[in-house]
């Protein structure tokens, strides 16, 4: 079964940048589509970005033009680039995987990673 680890927060002042890595271990995880999710402190989880199997993309309206989502399936890794950081941006990252129509339900979702903290402050 597909294993995901999350990586690369961290943190940053506000108007820098991160890049989020979700690594794949024991599946193919360019047969899955792929969501980044982020959960504040006291807030519900929300989907932040998605990419599909064949590489489609889809964002939050809040990420529009901040946030990109790629995928390098050489390396079985999806990333989320953040740009232009704001301090409401923070909270724990997540991917998970699974069919598309499943990022839009997380709660059917099987495979999640363990989560990567973001921290924006000066």
């Known amino acids: 079964?597909?294993?995901?680890?999350?990586?690369?927060g961290g943190l940053v002042q506000p108007g820098e940048s991160l890049?989020?890595?979700?690594?794949?271990?024991?599946?193919?995880l360019s047969n899955y589509a792929v969501g980044w999710y982020r959960q504040a402190p006291g807030k519900q989880r929300e989907?932040?970005?998605?990419?599909?199997?064949?590489?489609?993309?889809?964002?939050a309206d809040s990420m529009?033009?901040?946030?990109?989502?790629?995928?390098?399936?050489a390396k079985n890794t999806v990333y989320l680039r953040m740009n232009n950081l704001k301090p409401e941006d923070a909270a724990v990252y997540y991917c998970?995987?699974?069919e598309l129509w499943q990022l839009v339900i997380p709660e059917s979702l099987e495979i999640w990673g363990q989560g990567t903290l973001v921290t924006v402050s000066s």
């Open 19 to 28: 890049r989020l890595s979700c690594s794949a271990s024991g599946g193919i």
């Open 47 to 59: 989907l932040v970005a998605a990419i599909s199997s064949g590489g489609n993309t889809n964002y």
């Open 64 to 73: 529009k033009g901040r946030f990109t989502i790629s995928r390098d399936n």
């Open 96 to 98: 998970a995987s699974g």
């Open 1 to 8: 079964q597909v294993q995901l680890v999350e990586s690369g």
